[in-house]
């Protein structure tokens, strides 16, 4: 039984711009509606839900592949579909799971059902669905400890702030830190800040010394450029459209090989209702040594000890 914590560049060009013009009339439409604002949850401590459901450290398979899932769940509203599609092949049995757009009931729910531990951390209460919103990462391994990066550049409508989830996970006896992001849309902020935003977690994780994983919905195709230019493998490019004509969900690696056979990843198509994102996935090679997390805590760094 676990014990449960309490608070603490695809499609025709023509076609994006039809879209991102239908967007834009949206955008203005709201701003003349007024719409209501966010209510921002910037204490770097909290609120944290977690919970420990997995059963155990799994040593077997020293060298078998890690599977890492990110799935954006709108609103989590669909959380018995999604689930059905977690346990689905080719996402069945993820070590990693970055989920975005959660609540605290949604996260719960999903991390019970597969027996992962998950930690997760709200950003804002959101002005449509008046529940917690924000992003989580589920885990098969120990979440050692956890913290919330809060990201520059609030929402132009509604004042709505992003944050990431980060938290340091022992996968077979190796530190791993992971990120679950969701950055903000492309019609709320420009893309220089939302590069602003990217460059906000490389700089929590780059005192990190052991592998580094971040995966979500960025809202944009070109932001891996970003994160490669930065050192990391883009393992989820070219996979296809995640949302609409649109390549917004990915999954970036530092410090892991691609698996013996030669790269594996992913978007799923049959979603059967579960989210306006289809879910990405992609397996890590397993070969580094053990190390140890840093013992000085990095200026950057926004966390909270389990």
């Known amino acids: ?8 560049l695809y499609g025709r060009v023509a076609v994006r711009r039809r879209t991102l ?23 770097p401590l909290g609120p944290r839900f977690a919970a ?8 077997a398979g020293a060298a078998a592949a890690v ?55 709200p950003a804002t209460v959101h002005p449509t669905t008046g529940k917690l919103f924000g992003p989580a990462i589920l885990s098969r391994w120990p979440i050692e400890r956890s913290w919330k990066v809060i990201l520059p550049h609030p929402s132009r409508t509604r004042g709505q702030r992003r944050t990431a989830t980060a938290a340091v996970l022992r996968i077979r006896g190796v530190p791993v830190l992971a990120y679950a992001v969701h950055l903000e849309t492309p019609v709320q902020i420009t893309p ?23 995966a979500g919905d960025f809202n944009g195709e070109g932001i891996g450029l970003t994160l490669r230019r930065a050192g990391y493998q883009w393992l989820t490019e070219g996979v296809g459209p995640t949302v609409s004509f649109f390549n917004w969900d990915h999954i970036f690696v530092r410090g892991l ?7 594996a990843a992913g978007v799923v198509r049959r979603i059967d209702g579960a ?32």
């Open 21 to 43: 013009a239908r967007w834009a009339g949206a955008l203005a439409l709201m701003a003349s509606l007024g719409c209501a604002q966010a209510s921002n949850l910037m204490d």
């Open 52 to 59: 420990d459901y997995a059963a155990g450290p799994d040593t």
């Open 275 to 306: 989210s306006d994102h289809h879910p990405v996935w992609a397996l890590l090679g397993w070969t580094p040594a053990p190390v140890s997390p840093p013992t000085a805590p990095r200026a950057v760094s926004l966390r909270m000890d389990r």
């Open 67 to 121: 599977r890492v899932v990110s799935f954006n769940i709108r609103f989590a509203e669909e959380i018995d579909r999604a689930t059905e599609i977690l346990e689905r092949p080719p996402l069945a049995g993820a070590d990693l799971i970055a989920l975005q757009e959660m609540d605290d009931r949604g996260v719960d729910r999903i991390a019970r059902a597969l027996h992962l531990d998950y930690v997760y951390y």
């Open 192 to 214: 220089g800040e939302r590069e602003d935003q990217a460059r906000t977690i490389l700089r929590d994780a780059a005192g990190f010394p052991g592998p580094v994983v971040i």
């Open 1 to 8: 039984m676990g014990k449960q914590a309490g608070l603490q």
């Open 257 to 263: 090989p691609p698996p013996r056979d030669g790269p």
